[in-house]
């Protein structure tokens, strides 16, 4: 188990991760704070977190340096995260984070065929 995927610290910026398979993470993302124009993204990914929690750290909420998030499948114990101080569904109804989703732990046939699908297996 690892802390974050994507990880973007010390001034690091304009960091995009998308289109992976993140298995057996703490959360999605840990990132600083970015100047306008400099978003991180993390997008199109599946992510599957050691327990329900927030699914990023250190995330831009608002303004012109807000993070890039939308069409995760986020597996955790029971499909329960939150984002911004909100739970996903709240935080989705003000226009956020499009398309992610939050779910319990699928079988292991499932995240093996989304394996094999992502690298072309």
């Known amino acids: ?3 974050n995927s994507l990880k973007s610290d010390f001034g690091g910026h304009s960091n995009f991760h998308h289109a992976n ?3 057996f993470w703490s959360k999605g993302f840990g990132i600083c704070s970015q100047a306008d124009g400099y978003a991180d993204g993390y997008y199109d990914n599946f992510l599957w977190m050691s327990s329900d929690a927030e699914y990023g750290s250190g995330q831009m909420c608002s303004g012109g340096a807000k ?3 939308r069409n995760n499948t986020i597996w955790t114990p029971t499909g329960k995260v939150t984002e911004c101080g909100k739970s996903l569904a709240e935080w989705q109804a003000g226009g956020n984070d499009v398309g992610t989703r939050a779910l319990p732990y699928p079988d ?6 989304i394996v094999r699908k992502t ?3």
């Open 21 to 23: 398979v993140d298995l």
């Open 108 to 113: 292991d046939a499932t995240v093996l065929d």
């Open 1 to 3: 188990y690892g802390g």
């Open 119 to 121: 690298l072309r297996l």
């Open 67 to 69: 993070t890039i998030v």
